[in-house]
């Protein structure tokens, strides 16, 4: 049976080496995300990329970067999403963040 719902799609731009008390940042957002039974998270790890600095970011050989982009991408309802907000405000010092409403169908057995 497949289930139609309105959720919102949570989406985090962030360095591939940023940190936060230690630990890789998009390790901890997963790590609190299901701390918070938050549905389901996405980590993606771009090939090339730039940010507010305008420098390349690029898996190339020849400019091979230590700091490729990272996408997470996060599916829940608004209050749960809501929930993990508090969380990035205060462990993301460099990215973007954005949030839209998606609709979702689950494939259930």
């Given at each position: 049976?497949?289930?139609?719902?309105?959720?919102?799609?949570?989406r985090i731009?962030?360095?591939?080496?940023?940190?936060?008390?230690?630990?890789?940042?998009?390790?901890?957002?997963?790590?609190?995300?299901?701390?918070?039974?938050?549905?389901?998270?996405?980590?993606?790890?771009?090939?090339?990329?730039?940010?507010?600095?305008?420098?390349?970011?690029?898996?190339?050989?020849?400019?091979?970067?230590?700091?490729?982009?990272?996408?997470?991408?996060?599916?829940?309802?608004?209050?749960?999403?809501?929930?993990?907000?508090?969380?990035?405000?205060?462990?993301?010092?460099?990215?973007?963040?954005?949030?839209e409403k998606?609709?979702?169908?689950?494939?259930?057995?």
């Open positions: 049976m497949n289930i139609f719902k309105e959720e919102v799609l949570l731009f962030i360095g591939e080496s940023d940190s936060y008390k230690g630990k890789a940042l998009y390790e901890h957002i997963v790590y609190t995300a299901r701390g918070l039974h938050i549905a389901g998270t996405t980590v993606l790890r771009g090939i090339m990329g730039y940010g507010a600095n305008s420098k390349i970011h690029t898996a190339k050989i020849l400019r091979l970067s230590e700091d490729l982009p990272i996408i997470i991408e996060i599916v829940d309802d608004e209050e749960n999403i809501k929930k993990l907000l508090p969380y990035l405000d205060e462990s993301i010092t460099n990215g973007i963040v954005t949030m998606v609709k979702v169908i689950k494939y259930r057995s």
